[in-house]
């Protein structure tokens, strides 16, 4: 059964450059915050790519996630450029940072990796811990996605891959609905459906496929 950790430790599985979302989400955070070092959190960093990004851009980074051999990345790029950054091997429904208070939260392709119980403490984590104000972003795979149904079903709209380089890894897809509630207390910012329909693709395409897959995009407000 693959992990998350054991695909850290082949570097086809690291993405290195950061996503354009995240880099204008901090932007977006800086003119909320004017003037301010900000604090904000790469929730589920991975290897560590956004992690790196919040550093470079002057801030204080936080950055969590369950696998140690991608935080374990996360502190070597982080060092190697100079640059501090906080982080912890934590699962997404705990809160490794305790008394921190954030600005912004963000966590870019991981959320889903869970059931719909431990995805709506993860987001509860993530509420308690921003200032008023403070913002969150997500990524989050759709119903609508291609990947949707494949695996064993472990509860409504909830999968666990049993083959390819996710074996083992749990997919929660969500429609509209189930966003609304997991974000129901929070004021939206901006949620966007992405949908990707791949007309044609080669066997193996999907193994370095450069292209978006279907995916909700979600930026809320405390
Ligand atoms: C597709 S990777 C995305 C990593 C990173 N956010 C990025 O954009 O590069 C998914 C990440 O979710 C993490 N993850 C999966 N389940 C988790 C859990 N229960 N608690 C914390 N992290 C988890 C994995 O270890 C992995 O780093």
Same mark, same amino acid.
């Given at each position: %059964?693959?992990?998350?950790?054991?695909?850290?430790?082949?570097?086809?599985?690291?993405?290195?450059?950061?996503?354009?979302?995240?880099?204008?989400?901090?932007? %977006?955070?800086?003119?909320?915050?004017?003037?301010? *070092?900000?604090?904000?959190?790469?929730? &589920? &960093? =991975? @290897?560590?790519?956004?992690?790196?990004?919040?550093?470079?851009?002057?801030?204080?980074?936080? =950055?969590?996630?369950?696998?140690?051999?991608?935080? @374990?990345? *996360?502190?070597?790029?982080?060092?190697?450029?100079?640059?501090?950054?906080?982080?912890?091997? @934590?699962?997404? *429904?705990?809160?490794? +940072?305790?008394?921190?208070?954030?600005?912004?939260? +963000? $966590?870019?392709?991981?959320?889903?990796?869970? *059931?719909?119980?431990? #995805?709506?403490?993860?987001?509860?984590?993530?509420?308690?811990?921003?200032?008023?104000?403070? %913002?969150?972003?997500? $990524?989050?795979?759709?119903?609508?996605?291609? =990947?949707?149904?494949?695996?064993?079903?472990?509860?409504?709209?909830?999968?666990? $891959?049993?083959?390819?380089?996710?074996?083992?890894?749990?997919?929660?897809?969500?429609?509209?609905? =189930? #966003?609304?509630?997991?974000?129901?207390?929070?004021?939206?910012?901006?949620?966007?459906?992405?949908?990707?329909?791949?007309?044609? @693709?080669?066997?193996?395409?999907?193994?370095?496929?450069? +292209?978006?897959?279907?995916?909700?995009?979600?930026?809320?407000?405390?």
């Amino acid at each position: %059964m693959a992990t998350w950790n054991e695909l850290f430790l082949d570097d086809k599985y690291i993405e290195i450059l950061p996503q354009p979302e995240v880099y204008k989400f901090i932007k %977006m955070l800086e003119g909320v915050f004017p003037g301010e *070092t900000l604090s904000i959190w790469d929730f &589920c &960093c =991975g @290897a560590g790519r956004h992690t790196l990004l919040v550093s470079q851009m002057g801030h204080n980074a936080f =950055g969590s996630d369950i696998s140690e051999n991608g935080i @374990a990345n *996360t502190r070597q790029l982080i060092e190697e450029k100079g640059l501090t950054a906080n982080l912890k091997v @934590a699962d997404m *429904t705990e809160n490794p +940072f305790p008394g921190q208070v954030f600005h912004g939260a +963000f $966590s870019w392709n991981a959320l889903h990796h869970n *059931t719909t119980e431990n #995805i709506e403490k993860a987001v509860a984590n993530i509420y308690d811990s921003l200032c008023d104000g403070g %913002m969150f972003m997500a $990524s989050l795979i759709s119903t609508k996605g291609g =990947g949707y149904g494949r695996g064993k079903k472990i509860e409504e709209d909830t999968f666990v $891959s049993e083959e390819g380089y996710e074996a083992g890894v749990p997919h929660h897809y969500f429609d509209y609905a =189930g #966003i609304k509630e997991l974000f129901g207390r929070w004021e939206i910012v901006g949620l966007v459906e992405h949908v990707s329909t791949y007309m044609e @693709a080669e066997e193996n395409f999907h193994d370095f496929n450069p +292209f978006p897959y279907t995916k909700w995009n979600i930026i809320a407000r405390k």
